[in-house]
């Protein structure tokens, strides 16, 4: 298995066809796709963080992975994105999973879990209008990776 760079657009597909509970990313810093020979198994979506609070240029956000089943495919992509990260000179990469999910992906890259957040009640504000996902009022856990000290 290989990691490649690939175009947001490639990601957003692959999401759209293979995620289970998360639509497309909108934007990125930069996607990557795990293959098997030509075949796309797995992607990573970096971006900035979504929480704005996060968000002082030195943290990069995974804000979508999405694999075939593959074993080990998502500790590989979130291993790249922190190696990339490092490259690039960020400090801290950050992630979410539900609360039910394992994170084992995370803990197998090196990741750690620092926070639980409370279930959100949507993302529908009245300056700012949202229509609800899936994923409203579902407790999260907050993961991260210091890549660079």
Not at 81 to 109: D, F, H, N, P, W
Not at 136 to 146: F, L
């Amino acid at each position: 298995m290989k990691i490649r760079p690939i175009s947001l657009k490639q990601a957003q597909q692959f999401v759209a066809d293979h995620h289970r509970h998360n639509k497309p990313p909108q934007g990125h810093k930069f996607s990557v796709g795990l293959f098997d020979g030509d075949d796309l198994i797995g992607v990573a979506v970096a971006g900035r963080p979504v929480a704005r609070l996060l968000d002082d240029g030195l943290t990069l956000e995974v804000t979508r992975t999405c694999t075939l089943g593959t074993k080990n495919a998502n500790s590989m992509l979130y291993g790249s994105i922190a190696r990339a990260a490092t490259a690039l000179g960020y400090i801290k990469c950050i992630t979410y999973t539900q609360k039910e999910e394992t994170g084992a992906s995370l803990r197998g890259a090196g990741w750690v879990a620092v926070a639980e957040l409370a279930p959100r009640g949507g993302w529908n504000m009245p300056n700012r209008k949202r229509a609800e996902t899936n994923i409203e009022y579902v407790p999260r856990i907050r993961w991260e990776k210091i890549v660079n000290k």
